[in-house]
């Protein structure tokens, strides 16, 4: 059974960085592209990053150059390193995988606030 635990939100202010974990169990880790998603409040899921079986990466416009997702194929282990946030980042992150089926975790709320 695959399961997807997300841990490492919170409360930061503008400008500040964050790093999410997600830890993945019941999956062939090393084999699957793992995403990060977000939903803000009254929004559409949307996603943020992509880090691919092959190592290659992907990133939404919205957050290039600011966040990075990164693996640990022997922990399995997904991580996004957030920097420079905004109030625009204020969301539910979620992390992600396909198998078939879409796995989701539960969720982490990222607040970006003064």
């Known amino acids: 059974q695959v399961q997807l635990v997300e841990s490492g939100g919170g409360l930061v202010q503008p400008g500040g960085s964050l790093r999410l974990s997600c830890a993945a169990s019941?999956?062939?880790?090393?084999?699957?592209?793992m995403d990060w998603y977000r939903q803000a409040p009254g929004k559409q899921r949307e996603l943020v990053a992509t880090?691919?079986?092959?190592?290659?990466?992907n990133y939404a416009d919205s957050v290039k150059g600011r966040f990075t997702i990164s693996r640990d194929n022997a922990k399995k282990m997904v991580y996004l390193q957030m920097n420079s946030l905004a109030p625009g980042d204020t969301a539910v992150y979620y992390c992600?995988?396909?198998?078939?089926?879409?796995?989701w975790g539960q969720g982490t709320q990222v607040t970006v606030s003064s």
């Open positions: 992600h995988t396909q198998i078939g089926y879409h796995y």
């Open positions: 019941g999956v062939i880790f090393s084999s699957r592209a």
């Open positions: 880090s691919t079986s092959d190592g290659s990466t």
